[in-house]
């Protein structure tokens, strides 16, 4: 879609999160660049541990704390993120920026009406009667499909369903109506009929109001359905970035080709065994030199001790950018196993050891 | 699995429902198993492969409870109704539904993990569903499990050793052999015999699901039952752990029961397919059949509901959403349990519960408004056996206008 809008509503440079620990450093996102538009999906995908949600949560300033070290920048509407103070990110919150988090029942509070939680959010937000942030709170539960809007208000979230929850937290992210809308795994713990509802209204969301939307999943079928762009992380680090359709299409990375390789889907042949990537994400306490991936990759030489940068590698797809130093000529024949893309098993399957 | 005297343990005795005394607090409000019983012979035969489990309009009810001093009881949950279905030895038989829909508790129900309120197990031919503690014990050697949680599910404060010694003793492993027989299991699973001196946190989620696994396995299973073993792990691991699960079912000739929500790893691993939705079995199908021509609507909605992983596909596909959520287990609606979302739902559907009705060999689908089947095909249908007692007798309705279609996975337009 609008891939290269003439100011991107956010724009990320060089991000890296780190948080001092008893065993030493963890280098949660390590160099991470992304913009997003106006109207543009942004899906950031990547196994548990790649720093997908750390990525996002530090965007609003969730991850500070006396053990968290920042570089690099990520700036809203030509506002600085990273460094801003406690009360600048209040203003951006709500209306600039909105956050829909990945477990509906940990992040509404038990003990009060979730319609007090939406008036709540709104009115920190803007300078509203109560009467009317009820009013608008109607709107919003209606809005993202909750029937019987005005009584629900008064039910406490044990009395909603998982779906139903998910609803909520989205109804109270876009109840003062954010340009940016960060949603981590929004529909990982629903069933697959509420996920399709739910993306339903994240995609009327894009629609009506022209948010942006970061989508954290580690699920491609959601990103096929709903994402412009995507960015791939591993351990850390983007490892690759494109369009829907160089990631799908066109995929760069073998750690790409690996997670394309490996979902079971209901649309292609049931073949005798999944082509799986062999071993482990590496711990981020012990990320290995060079490559993050060079442990896990068969295709890995000599080259990948060393880290390659995030850049453009293909002359001819100007949108794709990647970390991976084999040549983009080699690629093509190495991604294919069979006839879908996937990553290549090493000669014996080692086991896993100590 | 030959050391154990395999099903020669307990055929003679049990055939009365004379319930044993021990824990049997089950003796359903409503029981009319006993009657047509017989026609369940004792080790039914498919082609040349044994039946291995054979559910027989299995009900699990959990009773609702209020009452300050003296309980009463006022409504009962219907987990699991009326589901009747076998599984073929060396066979995966795949069980997919949304959450609540009650495929936990049915495999839980299985091994008695949940006693059931009536209906029978028959395994190997035997029934188990009325064995005391002490008789279930050589039946619970063949029939394992593996929980969702791997985490959950293995005890902290216990070494790998020692959570595989316990089930190598029971399986009778001499003393001296145990450390052995852990190491052989550990290295079936893809893990290197030196980690039974650790402690479950040490792993990561795949290779605790690996243990998890090699702990079933350790008592020489002829059945597992497999409880969304893949949901909780990475895409890369799943891969793993599924294809691990394949390699041994083919050296082990093992049968499984995979319980998911996933319908794409669920057509990976199976042979066959029962969808379930609010203890009611919707549909059972031949693995392949059941995603290039389903006949249920509600499969057609998961089906259609699933995201593929490919931007193309998911542009051009039509794409059936189902509004709403599953209805209330303990109240659920009367006739036909998906009648309230379905797209195609008529009057029929309200009034009276479609019989399990079978279409093509081996795929049935309890439905008024079959998709994806001829008329000459409807017309050739049958009641199966494995309706539910409360379902009505009527054949799916042929009059004109029902939308019969033989088109594959699309539903028409959800026009109203």
Redesign the interface.
Known sequence: MSADAPAPLLDVEGLKVSFATEDGIVRAVDGVSFTVGAGEVVAVVGESGSGKSVTAMTLLGLTRGPNSIFEGTATFEGTELIGASGKQLQRIRGAGIAMVFQDPMSSLDPVYRVGDQIVEQIRVHEKVSKAQAMDRAVEMMERVGIPRAKERLRSYPHEFSGGMRQRVMIAMALSCSPRLLLADEPTTALDVTIQAQILDEMRTLRQESGAGIILVTHDLGVVADIADRVIVMYSGRVVEQGTLDDIFYNPQHPYTWGLLGSITRIDADRSQRLPAIAGMPPSVLRAPKGCHFRPRCPHAFDKCGEVPELEHRQPDVPTSLDRCWLPVADKKRLRVIGDQIGLAEPAEPETVSA | MTESGDGGVQEPQEQEPTAPPADEATVAPAAPAAADQAIAADARTNGDRQVLLDVDHLQVYFPIKAGVIIDRQIGQVHAVDDVSFDLLEGETLGVVG??GCGKTTLIRALVRLIEPTSGSVRFDGADITKLGRKQMEPIRRQMQMVFQDPQASLNPRKRIGQILATPLQIRGVARNQIQQEAGTLL?RV???Q??VN?FPHEF????RQ?IGIARALAVNPKLVLLDEPVSAL???????V??LL?ELQHELSLSYVFVA?????V??VSDRIVVMYLGKLMEVSP??EL?TKPIHPYTT???????????N??RSRE?V???G?PPNPINPPSGCRFHTRCPRASEICRTSEPPLTEYAAGHLAACHHPQNVTESEIAASTRSDQSSRSSGSETPDLSPGTGLQSTPVSAPATAA
Do not use: F, K, M, W
């Open positions: 949304e959450s290295d893809g893990l290197a030196d980690v650790r990561s989620g795949g290779q690996r990475d895409v890369s691991i799943q891969a793993q599924i294809n394949d929500h996933d319908l794409s790893v057509r990976h693995a392949e995603y909605a998961l089906l259609s509901a699933i995201p593929i992983p490919d931007p596909q998911n794409r959403v189902v509004s959520e």
